[in-house]
C-alpha cells in the first residue's frame, strides 16, 4: 500500500533499505522529545571494592527496525565519559545512518574512571596483574554478558595510560579480547619498562587472528623537525619514541597479530582520539563492508545471492559467531526480483533466508510466494504449513486456505463499505483515502498510483499485483478504527479520520 522512494543507488551495503526505516527516527528529533543515546548503570566490584559507574550504549536505542533476537559485539572504553559520545556516533552513522554498513552495530560499554593511575598502570607481575584488569574479566565482562544480547566478539580501546592498559592486555591477556585500539599508548611510563616486557612477552603468545590498531599524535617539540626524532634522547620525546619503537617491533613481530597504525601529523595528544577511533574501527572491520554494485542487486542474475553467501561466511569466519544479511532485507530485494519475474534471482534469495533463517515463519510463507508466482501449488502449499507449524500467522492460513479450497469467500460491496474513509498514517502525516469503485476497494494516496485492496479474510487484504503485502483492518463492530499494513520493506499503522 504505502511505496518506499525509488532505490536510485544501491550503496555498497547490505544495510541499504534501512535507512528508509531511519526516516522516523528524524521525524521523532523534531518533536519535542528527548534525544538519548546510552544509559548509566552503575555495578558494585568486589575486586577493586567499589562502585563503578557504566555508560552504555546499545543499537536498539537508535534503531527504528531492532531485532530482539539479534545479538552484538561490545565494544569495552576506557576513560568512558571522555570518549563515549564520540565513539557512539561513529559506530552509529557507520552501521545504522543512511544506508551504512561499514561497521556492525555493536553495544558500547563506557567504563568512567575513579582512580585512573591506579587502574591503568600495568604490575608488570603475572602472578599479581592489576585488579583492574580481573575486574574486567571476572566481573564486568560477566555482567554484560549475562544482561545484554552479546556476541562472542570484543574490543578494548584506550587512550594515553588507557592505551597502555589496552597493550598489556593484548600482550599478556591475550584472550580477553578480540580487537584492541590502543590510542597515544603511554609507553614511555615507567622508563619503558612496560615497553621493555611487552617486547619480551610478546613473541611467546599466539595472536592469529587479533587485531591491534596505534594512533600516534605529533607531539613533537615546537620547531623539531620530523626527521630530527631518530637522533634525540630528550624526555620531550619520550613518549613519542617509545610508541614509534613499539610500532617498528610490531611490524616485524606480527605473530599472528593484525596490526595496523598511523601517524596523525596534524592532531596533537587530546585531539587524537576521535581520527584514531575511527580509523582503528575501520581497519578492525576491514572485511565488514559488502563488495556489490549497483548492478548486482538490479540485473536479472541471481550472482547477488552467491555474493552475499560468500560475503558472510567470511564475516562469521573473522567474527567467530554466524553473521547474515538481515532477513527483511534479503526480502525486500526477493520480492522486488519476484515482481520483475526475475525467478532465478527471486528464488536463490528466498532459499537463503531459509538457510539463514530457518526458524522464521516468513522465510518459508515467501518462499510459498514465489511457487504461487510459479503456479507450482504443491510447493506453495507445502510452504504456507511449513511456515503456519512455526507460527499461525492469519494471512498465511488465508493463503493456504485459498489454495487448498477450505475457504471460499467473496464479498457484495456492502461488506467493502465499511472500510471506505480517509486514514491517516500519523508518523508521516500522510492521508489516505479508500472509496469503492466497481465493488472493488481502492486506495489512494497523493503522489502515487491507486492500488486495489483484495480481500482474504475477514477483515484482511491483499493488494493486487504486489507479493508480501497485507492490510489488516482493526474495527469496532462494524467501525474500523485503523489498519496496520505490512510490506516487504516495512510495517505502517494508519488511523481512521472520517467517512
Known amino acids: 500500500m504505502l511505496k518506499n522512494p525509488k532505490i536510485k543507488t544501491i550503496m555498497k551495503t547490505i544495510f541499504i533499505t534501512f535507512a528508509l526505516l531511519l526516516f522516523s527516527f528524524f521525524l521523532k528529533a523534531q518533536n519535542n522529545e528527548n534525544i538519548t543515546i546510552g544509559k548509566k548503570e552503575v555495578i558494585t566490584s568486589k575486586v577493586l571494592n ?32 571522555a570518549h563515549f559520545y564520540s565513539t557512539v556516533g561513529i559506530i552509529q552513522q557507520h552501521s545504522q545512518a543512511n544506508g551504512n554498513g561499514t561497521l556492525p552495530e555493536m553495544i558500547v560499554v563506557a567504563i568512567e574512571n575513579t582512580n585512573r593511575v591506579r587502574d591503568f598502570v600495568p604490575s608488570n607481575d603475572l602472578d599479581n596483574p592489576n585488579p583492574f584488569i580481573e575486574f574486567l574479566s571476572s566481573e564486568l565482562i560477566p555482567h554484560i554478558d549475562k544482561n545484554y544480547k552479546t556476541a562472542p566478539y570484543k574490543m578494548l580501546v584506550g587512550h594515553s595510560l588507557g592505551g597502555l592498559t589496552v597493550i598489556d592486555i593484548l600482550t599478556n591477556f591475550t584472550e580477553l579480547f578480540n580487537a584492541h585500539i590502543a590510542i597515544e599508548p603511554s609507553m614511555w611510563y615507567d622508563n619503558e619498562k612496560n615497553l621493555t616486557n611487552t617486547i619480551s612477552r610478546f613473541p611467546k603468545q599466539n595472536m592469529n587472528g587479533k587485531r591491534l590498531f596505534i594512533g600516534t599524535a605529533n607531539t613533537l617539540p615546537k620547531g623539531m623537525e620530523f626527521s630530527q626524532l631518530k637522533n634525540d634522547k630528550s624526555f620531550e620525546t619520550q613518549h613519542i619514541r617509545s610508541i614509534f619503537k613499539l610500532d617498528k617491533f610490531l611490524k616485524a613481530n606480527t605473530n599472528g597479530l593484525i596490526y595496523g597504525s598511523k601517524y596523525y601529523e596534524n592532531e596533537t595528544h587530546n585531539t587524537v582520539p576521535l581520527i584514531s577511533e575511527y580509523d582503528g574501527l575501520r581497519f578492525i ?60 534471482k527471486a528464488k536463490a534469495l528466498f532459499e537463503l533466508n531459509i538457510e539463514w533463517y530457518p526458524e522464521s515463519s516468513n522465510v518459508y ?25 512455526i507460527n499461525g500467522n492469519a494471512e498465511t492460513r488465508s493463503k493456504l486456505d485459498s489454495l487448498t479450497a477450505k475457504v471460499i469467500l467473496k464479498p457484495e460491496t456492502i461488506d467493502l463499505q465499511k472500510y471506505a474513509g480517509v486514514y491517516v498514517i500519523e508518523t508521516y502525516n500522510i492521508s489516505i483515502v479508500l472509496e469503492i469503485r466497481d465493488n472493488k476497494l481502492i486506495a489512494k494516496v497523493p503522489g502515487q498510483e491507486d492500488d486495489e485492496f483484495e480481500f482474504q479474510s475477514e477483515h484482511i487484504f491483499t493488494v493486487k499485483g504486489k507479493q508480501g503485502y497485507k492490510v489488516t483492518f482493526e474495527m469496532d463492530g462494524d467501525k474500523p478504527k485503523g489498519f496496520t499494513s505490512v510490506q516487504p520493506n516495512g510495517t505502517f499503522q494508519a488511523t481512521f479520520k472520517n467517512k
Do not use: C
Open 285 to 344: 572491520f576491514d572485511f565488514y563492508l559488502l563488495d556489490a554494485t549497483e548492478k548486482d542487486f538490479t540485473d536479472s542474475t541471481d550472482l547477488i545471492a552467491s555474493k552475499l553467501k560468500i560475503h558472510y561466511a567470511n564475516v562469521t569466519e573473522k567474527m567467530g559467531y554466524m553473521n547474515a544479511a538481515p532477513e527483511a532485507f534479503i526480502n525486500y530485494f526477493a520480492y522486488e526480483a519476484l515482481g520483475k519475474q526475475h525467478y532465478n
Open 50 to 81: 567499589e562502585n563503578r559507574t557504566l555508560w552504555i550504549y546499545t543499537p536498539k536505542i537508535t534503531s527504528q527496525s531492532p531485532n530482539p533476537d539479534k545479538r552484538y559485539p561490545v565494544l569495552y572504553l576506557l576513560d568512558g565519559s
Open 365 to 389: 510463507d515467501s518462499y510459498a510466494d514465489y511457487y504461487l508466482a510459479q503456479k507450482d501449488t504443491t510447493n506453495a502449499i507445502s510452504n504456507y504449513q511449513k511456515a503456519l507449524e
